[in-house]
């Protein structure tokens, strides 16, 4: 194989790559889709409404009533750096601390203790709380994060009954999807 021959290989493939990873990174996520006999959730992504701050946009998702038993959308985001490197988020003192409540209104109260959670590899913590402020349309919340070393993901989900703790397990469930795995190991750069 000649030297010309050689590069083209190397460049054609490299331009393949960017090609099929422009694509992906492009592509807006597909709804997750329930089974046939519609006992999962569909998430739909939307549009991030908040204005950019220093976290930058994130991601949102939305669940219908019809498919979660009440509305729920879910904010996502990283903050790298962000977060405690030898206990991660441990406490609801750091989850408070860390959490991307103030999103969905500046009033809110717990509704009780949080809990730990897993999202596949990484540990963190969920907490419910009833949204009282006015200008939300939400009527409870879960403030969910995790960690992968120093860099955490928190998941905010706004919803529309005062019982948050009925679709906590929907919110994990998604959260453990591959969607959610795949944006998170390349935010991450994992």
Not at 10 to 16: D, E
Not at 135 to 157: E, M, Y
Request: hydrophobic letters at 45%.
């Amino acid at each position: 194989m000649t030297k010309l021959h050689a590069f083209l290989a190397v460049a054609v493939t490299i331009i393949a790559a960017a090609a099929g990873y422009a694509a992906f990174v492009i592509a807006p996520a597909p709804a997750l889709h329930g089974t046939a006999t519609g006992n999962r959730p569909v998430w739909t992504e939307v549009k991030w409404p908040f204005p950019i701050d220093q976290w930058g946009l994130g991601r949102a998702f939305r669940c219908k009533a019809a498919d979660c038993g009440n509305e729920v959308t879910l904010y996502l985001r990283a903050k790298i750096g962000f977060c405690n490197c030898t206990t991660g988020v441990a406490d609801d003192e750091h989850l408070d601390r860390i959490g991307d409540l103030d999103l969905l209104s500046a009033e809110s109260s717990a509704l009780g203790p949080g809990w730990s959670i897993a999202v596949r590899w990484m540990k963190g913590r969920s907490r419910a709380y009833a949204i009282t402020g006015r200008g939300s349309s939400a009527r409870s919340a879960l403030s969910i994060a995790f960690n992968d070393r120093c860099d955490v993901i928190v998941a905010t989900s706004a919803i529309g009954s005062d019982e948050p703790s009925e679709q906590a397990g929907a919110v994990l469930e998604f959260l453990n999807s591959d969607l959610i795995l795949h944006w998170a190991e390349k935010t991450l750069g994992l």
